[in-house]
T-cell receptor
Framework: GAVVSQHPSRVICKSGTSVKIECRSLDFQATTMFWYRQFPKQSLMLMATSNEGSKATYEQGVEKDKFLINHASLTLSTLTVTSAHPEDSSFYIC???????????FGSGTRLTVV | GQNIDQPTEMTATEGAIVQINCTYQTSGFNGLFWYQQHAGEAPTFLSYNVLDGLEEKGRFSSFLSRSKGYSYLLLKELQMKDSASYLCAVSPKSYNTDKLIFGTGTRLQVFP
């Protein structure tokens, strides 16, 4: 079945630094990638949608200059959290879809802790 | 707007049956998904309903009523490993080409 590899699985960074999270579709072409954030005991909140080769569409309230999304190829999308602060500490998950494929394939998630 | 509601928490006993409800109000509808998520892990796909009726898959079944904006996930013969969060998600636009809107999630605890 379809697999999305997400890494790192865990990262701890200092406040003010930037962190990059990668999601790779291993056996299919991910035409669309969704990035979610999940706080403890809460559901997934969509941050942005990115289509290969075009700019990401951000949900209301999500700062596009802080959460940089790149989807330059059909197999790789990245989320960079810039100038991270403790309140950015969360679980970030990507999800990919492909034309003609069934369902949404999730990455394994990244636990970000900003200290 | 988009609104998807689920109970926050539920408890049940091993071997029992539990039904997790989901109601939705979205700008469009092109299918409803149920996912299981264990703490600290990514969601795993359980079911997809786009037509009214019941879809059965082993111990899990999912029901949809589009006219009522309602779905439920039925878990039979509960096992301890079924303790997890269950997420209801709606695809509001054309299938596979738009975002999934997730409900609040239901944390299920299964006791011996």
């Amino acid at each position: 079945g379809a697999v999305v590899s997400q890494h790192p699985s865990r990262v701890i960074c200092k406040s003010g630094t930037s962190v990059k999270i990668e999601c790779r579709s291993l056996d299919f072409q991910a035409t669309t990638m969704f990035w979610y954030r999940q706080f403890p005991k809460q559901s997934l909140m969509l941050m942005a949608t990115s289509n290969e080769g075009s700019k990401a569409t951000y949900e209301q309230g999500v700062e596009k200059d802080k959460f940089l999304i790149n989807h330059a190829s059909l197999t790789l999308s990245t989320l960079t959290v810039t100038s991270a602060h403790p309140e950015d500490s969360s679980f970030y998950i990507c999800s990919a879809t492909s034309w003609g494929d069934y369902g949404y394939t999730f990455g394994s998630g990244t636990r970000l802790t900003v200290v | 707007g988009q609104n998807i509601d689920q109970p926050t928490e539920m408890t049940a006993t091993e071997g029992a049956i539990v039904q997790i409800n989901c109601t939705y109000q979205t700008s469009g509808f092109n299918g409803l998904f149920w996912y299981q998520q264990h703490a600290g892990e990514a969601p795993t796909f359980l079911s997809y309903n786009v037509l009214d009726g019941l879809e059965e898959k082993g111990r899990f079944s999912s029901f949809l009523s589009r006219s009522k904006g309602y779905s439920y996930l039925l878990l039979k013969e509960l096992q301890m490993k079924d303790s997890a969060s269950y997420l209801c998600a709606v695809s509001p636009k054309s299938y596979n080409t738009d975002k999934l809107i997730f409900g609040t999630g239901t944390r299920l605890q299964v006791f011996p």
